[in-house]
């Protein structure tokens, strides 16, 4: 602020000096210009070298200003009446619409031809490749361990052996239960006689429906604007002998 106050003073003391001049000359306007410009670069670092100066971006605040457009006219005399530019918006089944993808042409600045063999053609054989006929083989990719294990195996070792032997579908899987220490008796805090295992067989649950209530969520606007028409969100879900309610 007061730099200002003294460019501003600085400014009026030369415009009155020029002015009690009665026939200023233009060497004389050069100057005063000149001068004037000196006193800006210094009071306000113009010119200053500030590469090495480092902003810092956290103190920076970005506002995306939304700037309403004056066309100087009533854009409903030039439109058709009733006119909505959001109508149909999500009225397009995008599965019937089939999206190409076009090629651009780049342009290099020379002629490719000069390059290539005579009646090169890149897309050649692209289709022309049956894969069900190829047989993909992941390498094994060999690991230097830097010494022979051989020396640390049993003679004769072969560590692919038997891989294919076993019958899988004659094993039965097992899920361990396993046992956690409390450090206390469950017992003395659980009614006599307790088994938290009775019963666990006994539900039919061929004929129990898990129902998941949905928590009813307003959108504050008419979502059937946005849906197809007669849409039923509950079509397709079958009715079952019995209901359990999830809360």
């Not at 022309?128 to 022979?148: K, R, T, Y």
Request: charged fraction near 30%; glycine fraction near 4%.
């Amino acid at each position: 602020m007061y730099k200002l106050a003294l460019l501003f003073s600085f400014m009026i003391a030369l415009n009155a000096t020029a002015k009690n001049d009665k026939e200023p000359n233009e060497l004389d306007y050069a100057v005063l210009m000149s001068e004037q410009q000196q006193l800006e670069n210094k009071l306000f670092n113009i010119g200053e070298d500030r590469s090495n100066v480092i902003a810092d971006i956290d103190a920076i605040q970005i506002t995306e200003l939304d700037e309403e457009v004056e066309l100087g006219f009533d854009a409903v005399n030039y439109l058709p009446e009733g006119f909505n530019a959001l109508k149909g918006m999500h009225d397009l089944d995008w599965s019937t619409i089939e999206l190409v993808e076009l090629d651009e042409e780049v342009a290099l600045g020379f002629d490719t031809a000069n390059y290539l063999p005579e009646g090169f053609n890149a897309l050649k054989g692209k289709h022309d490749l049956d894969w069900s006929n190829i047989e993909l083989v992941e390498l094994d990719e060999e690991v230097a361990l830097g010494f022979d294990t051989a020396d640390y195996l049993p003679e004769g070792f072969n560590a692919l052996k038997g891989k294919h032997d076993i019958d899988w579908s004659t094993i039965e899987l097992f899920e361990l239960d396993e046992n956690v220490e409390l450090c206390f008796d469950t017992a003395n805090y659980l009614p006599r006689d307790f088994n938290a295992l009775k019963g666990k067989h006994d539900l039919d649950w061929a004929s129990i429906e898990v129902v998941e209530i949905e928590e009813e969520i307003e959108f504050e606007f008419d979502i059937e604007a946005y849906l197809p028409v007669n849409f039923d969100p509950t079509i397709g879900i079958e009715n079952h002998e019995a209901v359990v309610c999830l809360y």
